[in-house]
């Protein structure tokens, strides 16, 4: 992953440190020191974004100190089902990823782009500004990592920019979270996108809960992130806490609750268009769009022109859209996704498949997501089996080049 | 894919803020058909539009919403800037109330071009059906500026009723041409009609070109492309040889919005125009 | 733009509670510069003062369910350039079209001592059965802001940002937890159409459908995962039908589950 993103302008510089890291160093913070980590970002001017319980989920929202962490509380999901738990320890991050994801923040449900006012027999039109409010989002997990470099791709990595997104993703700092257990839907092991985080953030930790002893190994990704975890109370990690670190990860990695097999398969789905398994999951599906709105690579939007009562005054709005919608692929004469057959298709070929063709990166990381908001409890890795076990003759449609063609 | 325009010269040359719409004066305004019209604008800041053919804009009409609008006009004349829209819809038939001096927001140019150039040195093919004509009219233009660099060139246009027929003095013209062979068809006529009456793809086994040296560009509604490609196939055209442009719906014009995907491809920047070997599964597969 | 005539608009009820036209004198602060751009000619709730039609736009609420309304709705019609209606009465035949299921006839010796001057419809049915439509607002009772925003998109000529997408989207988008995946209380948001801003999921209770079906609605799925959390067949019936109840397939649906009961 690449984040060739410019900090320059928002990373203090000047400010004292004891001794200077280096990127890839390994700290060891007490558990009782986060809030020292939110306090150094809170210093230099960061919102801190992080999970918090609410509404009996862990969802990402506003929070000012360690306190507000979701202390002692864990998640059971299945497909169609999330609950609450108490933990039998206090571990501050010892859930898998909830309804929300990072996208909630970097592009967001509802954003105005633009505004115009009528003047006379023209019109002026006023660009948004972009936010540049400083933000720390805390307790990103590798799957999420992932997701935001694949949102990247689509927003900045392309020969159009979106200026919007370009600001805040800019002004993010990022602590991710190595996952110490995994979800009862997670599978980012199958997707290659966890559960350990390997780039993309400025700071990684991951939480070790001994029966006496609570701590974080915290791994420093960039130079900011050194810069900040020099302020640390910390010391430098000793092998057994190392080791320690190691095992919790490798533990949250045996535990995925699910498995796909990605063994070819952009091509698996290219060449079946025509699988009768479509109209299986077409009749589960309520095109209700969940799947879409709690994916966090998901990124389509639709633009909606409003105007006050005068019609002197227009604003553009985006908002998050789903290809579940029949208005999404509506042109003059119809919908050409007029079944949830041809919807629900291209939502998973645009996942597993055709994203590769247009971002050389899967659409898919494995949160799980998809699975547990489903009010039907519709399995993608199950779908993929189901396509896989009883495939078309891949000899009717070979693969060649992007579009299928040989 | 070959045809791609090159970014610098021919995309939308504000790549950061690719959203917003730049103000355009209506310079005139022409009637085609009972719902069909043009729109001649003019960049309010001064200055030109280059575009190649094939691109398309997006246009805004004030208060009502943007629609993505294939340029209907002279590449060699990008001072002018020319649509022509079928009032079909909220922001069509907005655009339809607006008259000479009138600001519409323009985006773009955005997406791929027909290979106009490349097509240079063998026979041109241009299929057109109903308001399809107005993407390939560019082609037509740069063909006539060049025309001693073409083979032979047929282009062949059909449309629902003689009163849906675009640019009737322009084919009368270009029908005049020895060097152009044009032929104009309707699916029905009354009695007054001294024209053809069938489908367009009757003309194909009848134009003369050299299959083996032709290229075709095709837009039209999906059902006339697929039976047009059918025709050109049997010729034995090299399918490498044809071009279509596709139409899906479009929301922003750049790749984010995801709206306008076509399988792999993205309509606004990998096309609207693909050649027909790219696509040529998907063409085939309902609901794409 | 000061010289136009300003478009004149009529404001008509059905067989309804007047809830929906409330809302539009709701709109307090929205209500001054409606005024400015708009004439309202008739508006019985708001004014006794009359001005005649032809009317530019009219909002029609409430059902059809006697004979003289059936009439009384073609000259409503006839005398609207464009024509809305708003709420479930007047979209789906509102909660008096419970009466759809049962004998009418039945209901009336019941309630009224003289039965004879009654003179009602069996089924009270949507605008739509009997006419035109230019557009339907959904809801029980229907959103305000919406309802602005389909005037004001009147008056420029542009479509509203009115999306008959389910209520999952809209709860989605403003942050809220899905109460049937994360509680395991039944909603009906995934069949319901969108308009309310997931009012109820956002306050922890699930949708119970008051605007109606969405656009592509699998309600046999719904109710099947509404089962899976223990909902009996007489409450699935009961929830399928409310305000919406005729509207398909909300309609079906009921049916299905009332024939299972009396299957046993």
């Known amino acids: ?406 | 894919m070959s045809t791609n325009s090159t970014p610098e010269t021919m995309m939308g040359r504000e790549p950061s803020a690719p959203m917003l719409p730049r103000p355009c004066t209506v310079q005139r305004v022409r009637q085609e058909t009972y719902d069909t019209f043009t729109l001649e604008l003019a960049p309010a800041a001064g200055g030109a539009f280059p575009f190649a053919p094939g691109q398309f804009n997006m246009l805004y009409a004030f208060g009502v919403g943007e629609v993505a609008i294939s340029i209907s006009g002279d590449p060699g004349r990008p001072e002018k800037l020319v649509h022509t829209i079928r009032a079909v819809g909220a922001t069509t038939k907005a655009l339809g109330h607006l008259r000479r001096g009138d600001t519409v927001g323009v985006r773009g140019p955005f997406g791929s071009a027909w290979p106009a150039a490349a097509a240079a040195g063998r026979d041109l093919i241009i299929i057109a059906g109903g308001i399809g004509l107005a993407p390939l009219r560019p082609v037509v233009y740069h063909v006539l500026r060049n025309r001693q660099k073409y083979g032979n060139v047929v282009l062949l246009y059909g449309a629902r009723t003689p009163a849906d027929l675009l640019y009737t003095k322009e084919l009368e013209q270009w029908r005049g041409r020895f060097d152009l062979d044009v032929q104009v068809t309707v699916d029905r006529a009354s009695a007054s009609w001294h024209g053809t009456v069938g489908v367009v793809t009757n003309f194909i086994p009848r134009a003369r070109f050299d299959p083996s040296e032709t290229v075709a560009m095709i837009c039209g509604p999906e059902i006339m492309m697929r039976f047009a490609i059918q025709e050109i196939e049997e010729m034995e055209v090299n399918t490498d040889n044809i071009y279509v442009s596709m139409e899906r719906n479009m929301k922003c014009a750049v790749g984010f919005c995801g709206h306008c995907q076509f399988g792999p491809a993205f309509i606004c920047k990998d096309g609207p125009v693909f050649s027909y070997n790219s696509i040529k599964t998907l063409l085939n597969i309902r609901g794409i | 733009m000061a010289k136009k005539q300003k478009p004149k608009l009529a404001v008509w009820k059905f067989a309804s509670c007047d809830g929906c036209q409330l809302s539009l004198l709701d709109c307090e602060d929205q209500l001054l510069p409606l005024t400015e751009r708009i004439d309202i000619a008739n508006f019985p709730e708001a004014s006794r003062a009359v001005v005649k039609g032809p009317y530019d736009l009219s909002l029609v609420e409430g059902s059809i369910s006697t004979p003289h309304d059936a009439e009384r709705i073609h000259q409503v019609r006839r005398a609207s350039k464009f024509l809305v209606t708003i709420g479930a009465c007047a979209t789906a035949g509102g909660i008096q079209a419970l009466r759809n299921f049962i004998d009418v006839k039945d209901f009336i010796s019941i309630v009224y001592a003289t039965p004879a001057y009654i003179d009602t419809l069996k089924k009270s049915t949507p605008i739509a059965e009997h006419i035109r439509v230019d557009f339907e607002l959904r809801g029980c009772p229907i959103n305000k802001e919406q309802l602005v925003e389909v005037v004001s998109a009147f008056l420029q000529g542009r479509k509203p940002n009115v999306r008959p997408h389910s209520v999952c989207m809209e709860c989605k988008r403003r942050g809220a937890v899905c109460v049937m995946v994360a509680h395991g209380t039944p909603c009906l948001g995934p069949v319901t159409h969108a308009g309310c801003g997931a009012l109820c999921p956002a306050y922890h209770r699930g949708c119970y459908g008051c605007f109606g079906p969405m656009e592509t609605p699998n309600t046999r799925e719904m109710s099947a995962a509404w089962e899976r959390l223990g909902v009996k067949q007489k409450d699935l019936v009961q929830i399928y039908r409310s305000f919406n109840a005729y509207a398909e397939p909300f309609y079906s649906e009921s049916r299905i589950h009332e024939s299972k009961i009396h299957q046993g």
């Open chain 1, 1 to 406: 992953m690449n984040f060739p993103l410019n900090r320059a302008m928002m990373a203090p510089r000047g400010s004292v440190t004891e001794t200077a890291l280096k990127v890839g160093t390994l700290r060891m913070l007490e558990g009782a020191s986060l809030d020292r980590l939110f306090g150094a970002l809170s210093k230099r001017g960061y919102r801190l974004l992080g999970p918090a319980v609410r509404e009996g989920a862990i969802v990402f929202d506003e929070i000012n100190s360690a306190a507000d962490l979701p202390a002692g509380w864990t998640d059971e999901q299945e497909g169609g089902t999330y609950r609450l738990k108490k933990r039998s320890d206090d571990a501050l991050f010892g859930y898998a990823v909830g309804p929300h994801s990072w996208k909630k923040f970097l592009h967001p449900p509802a954003e105005r782009l633009w505004q115009a006012d009528r003047k006379g027999k023209t019109f002026e039109v006023t660009e948004e500004k972009p936010d540049t409010q400083k933000t720390a989002f805390i307790g990103v997990r590798s799957c999420d990592l992932h997701a935001i470099a694949i949102q990247d791709k689509v927003f900045l990595n392309g020969y159009y920019v979106d200026p919007l997104y370009k600001a805040r993703r800019e002004h993010a700092f990022i602590v991710a979270v190595n996952c110490g257990q995994a979800g009862g839907t997670c599978f980012c092991v199958s997707m290659g996108a966890g559960p350990k985080a390997a780039a993309g953030f400025d700071l990684a930790l991951t939480e070790v809960c001994e029966p006496e002893r609570h701590y974080f190994v915290v791994e420093a990704g960039t130079d900011l992130g050194a810069e900040i975890l020099a302020e640390l109370p910390g010391r430098e990690v000793e092998g057994r806490e190392k080791a320690a670190a190691e095992d919790t990860v490798a533990s949250a990695a045996q535990q995925m609750g699910r498995y796909m097999d990605t063994t070819n398969i952009k091509e698996l789905l290219y060449q079946n268009y025509a699988h009768p398994r479509w109209d299986t999951v077409a009749a589960r599906c309520l095109t209700c769009a969940n799947c879409t709105m709690v994916c966090p690579t998901c990124f389509c939007t639709t633009v909606e022109d409003v105007t006050d009562l005068q019609g002197e005054h227009a604003e553009r709005w985006q908002k998050w859209d789903s290809c579940f919608t029949k208005d999404f692929s509506y042109i003059h004469g119809g919908s050409i996704r007029a079944t949830s057959k041809a919807r629900y298709r291209q939502w998973m070929t645009h996942k597993l498949a055709t994203w590769f063709d247009q971002f050389g990166t899967s659409g898919c990381v494995g949160c799980g997501r998809c699975i547990t908001w489903c009010p039907v409890a519709i399995d993608i890795t199950e779908e993929v089996r189901a396509i896989r076990q009883a495939p078309q003759s891949p000899k009717s449609s070979p693969v060649g080049d992007k579009y299928g063609n040989s």
